[in-house]
């Protein structure tokens, strides 16, 4: 099976969403590789959507990549949406950078740099928001599957975890992690919040407010408006999505799908995190070794790993029937097209 | 029956769709009563989904309505989601003043005066963008009920109108349809943009182009892609929407719901209009004559008429058998808790 455990549900109405959001946290030179660099990391959501819903891009010159070259994981995420037919919605919880491509509004601001006071001002707004949003959607589709494109994603996702008492360790979407860079960042913003590992505990909102990103509330208020059956797609960073659902005290039918190269990060601890937490997690294996392309081939040295859904995206694939290869096949072909590469 | 014909259908997931939408033209004084004064038209629709979705208003200091203190038709529509529990998406098709509660953001820029050569410069991609939203909705619900806020609407409607050969009469959110002003707007934005009664029969894009607003292009796109069954909740300016989609050569099973107040205004023709092009079309009568409310009564004196998709709205209440009197006490609930009026 290429997603373990194997997906073995018929929803009638799937629905994927994707959230949206920068930060001042991922202008910190080191902390993302999603851009070629600090600055253009705020281009990256929106050209993120854009790929996805188009197979082009119109924010910035050229697709989001890494420095090294490896393609965004919207690739995957494309080519599953192409696959199964599943409609995908877009979701702006705090944008510098705005796709040309529909999208869900939310009102929400941007993210600032965690090592200032407060990084997330609206974080209670953003969660009754998307409660709300949740509520609505529920009505309309019984399985919805939440991804995200959040650059400097997880180590935000650290500082949630640290302040609400977990040792979550994070992936990166670079081959090495640098998680120096992201402990001391994390440090820095727990310090200027006056808060201490484990001490906002009772307080998931006020963690995400002091240490988090706009996607966290979003993901959060979604989850818990739905109701019913939801899918957080996504590798360490919906792990502290997880970790806020649980200190909020939230009763939901909520999985967790990531890719292999997360699941199988020796510097993370996904895993271990999913079982401490107690929710049913799943892994997505697209076998890119197998693969004719180069790009794609990164993902199986540690570039790039996971963002946009991707693996989501094929736990989608998976459940509605598609094999490894059929996907594989997909992927190289939306890669192509977006590259001109023949 | 308070709805006629009576609605006999039932949809398993109905969505109801409010697109937003505001133009220059609705600055021209004396065109719309969809405001205070003819600059606040641009806060109107703002305020219209933030009334309907949240039972209050954020974007001005107090709920929509016209110069004679009658009140939005937003509290019509706000009374048949709450009854109905019908999810209600809200579409920004060309905002100056967007609203603080989500939107389906569409990326398009406000109409112009259609005194001036174009008024919907981005028509063809409105309708492309909103087409490919259809689509994806389409997969979630089976029956479309897409209602509208843009004042000035009527008179961007008979401008389409005209364009198109129609000899499309058009109603008023006045008492005192100013028709006079109408054709004149209407005149001087044929001759601004070289065309005459007719002349676009075969180019309803255009059509909308030159004389439209926005609404006209996101609500004809969102019939071509939700493919199946739509209804347009709406008077006059839903009428326009109509012979656009027969000028384009739409096959859709798309039908017209309205208030009483505007199928029966003497000085529009829209019952004549609709038999014309071959859809069906529907009126409700809210039976404002018997309400203990002076807001809603002033409706049986034709103020306002119809707007946020008022007609659509209750078309949906009686299609899930809510009777005339249900939906006016929860009418008259929602209007005393807006307007604070025990």
Redesign the interface.
């Known amino acids: 099976m290429w997603v373990e455990p194997y997906p073995d549900i018929s929803p009638e109405?799937p629905?994927f969403l994707c959230i949206l959001a920068n930060t001042g946290t991922a202008r910190i030179p080191g902390i993302s590789a999603a851009g070629k660099s600090p600055e253009m990391t705020d281009y990256t959501p929106a050209a993120d959507a854009e790929l996805v819903?188009t197979g082009r891009v119109f924010s910035i010159s050229e697709p989001a990549m890494c420095p090294s070259g490896a393609p965004t994981p919207a690739v995957l995420t494309r080519a599953s949406i192409l696959l199964t037919?599943?409609?995908?919605?877009f979701i702006?919880a705090g944008l510098n950078v705005?796709p040309?491509?529909?999208?869900?509004?939310?009102?929400a601001h941007p993210g600032e740099d965690i090592r200032k006071t407060r990084a997330v001002t609206d974080a209670a707004d953003i969660y009754r928001?998307s409660a709300?949003?949740g509520?609505?959607?529920s009505?309309?589709?019984d399985l919805v599957i939440i991804g995200e494109s959040v650059p400097g994603g997880t180590t935000t996702a650290m500082g949630v975890m640290r302040a609400l008492g977990y040792d979550g360790r994070v992936s990166s979407s670079f081959p090495d992690n640098p998680v120096g860079i992201k402990e001391r960042v994390v440090n820095e913003g727990m310090k200027a919040s006056g808060i201490a590992f484990g001490s906002l505990k009772n307080q998931p909102l006020r963690a995400v407010e002091c240490m988090g990103d706009p996607m966290m509330a979003a993901a959060a208020g979604l989850v818990d408006g739905l109701g019913k059956k939801t899918i957080l797609a996504g590798g360490t960073q919906m792990v502290s999505v997880l970790s806020i659902i649980k200190a909020l005290g939230l009763k939901r039918d909520v999985s967790i799908a990531t890719t292999c190269y997360v699941a199988d990060d020796k510097s993370a601890n996904f895993r271990e995190m999913t079982e401490l937490l107690g929710y049913p997690g799943f892994a997505a294996d697209p076998g890119f070794a197998n693969c004719a392309v180069t790009g794609l081939q990164m993902y199986e040295r540690g570039e790039v790993k996971e963002g946009v859904g991707a693996g989501g995206a094929m736990f989608a694939a998976a459940m509605l029937g598609f094999s490894q290869k059929e996907f594989r096949e997909k992927c190289v072909e939306v890669y192509r097209s977006v590259f001109s590469i023949s």
């Open positions: 109405k629905l819903e037919g599943i409609p995908c919605l702006n705005k040309k491509v529909p999208f869900i509004d939310l009102n928001t709300d949003l509520r609505k959607l009505k309309l589709s």
